[in-house]
């Protein structure tokens, strides 16, 4: 019963993230020159995971929406993750080649306060 609604939710929370891309304006709409994007991120931790680890994420500047939503890295968070799209936009808005931030997730597991974090790169070229 339990992994049923676990899965249910899990659904639900990538259908309403779909439905935010499909809704999300364009990226290339709101950032007219921007050539090409990719974000490094690097997913940090206590406990069970070890190091950080970190990978890049590349867009596909004529499709993508302009909305960055990052996943959070443990599997049994509930409602966490991270949205850096303000920050990203901006940055993107000012032609900057380099944007670097940091996000803590605002979510739990089993009652307990998330201590996942990620720092994120988005290296931008612009025409
Ligand atoms: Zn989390």
Known sequence: MWSRNANLEAKKRSADRRQREAEAPRLLQETPGLQSLCIELTESGEGR??????????????????????????????????????????????????????DSCGGGAGGVSCTRSIHYAAIATFE
Do not use: W, Y
């Not at 070890?50 to 049994?76: K, M, N, Q, Y």
């Open 49 to 102: 995971f070890g190091p950080a680890t970190s990978h890049i994420r590349r867009f596909e500047i004529s499709t993508a929406p302009a909305l960055f939503l990052v996943l959070c890295g443990d599997p049994h968070c509930d409602g966490g993750g991270h949205d850096i799209t303000c920050e990203v936009m901006a940055g993107l808005r000012n032609h900057e080649a380099r944007i670097e931030g940091q």
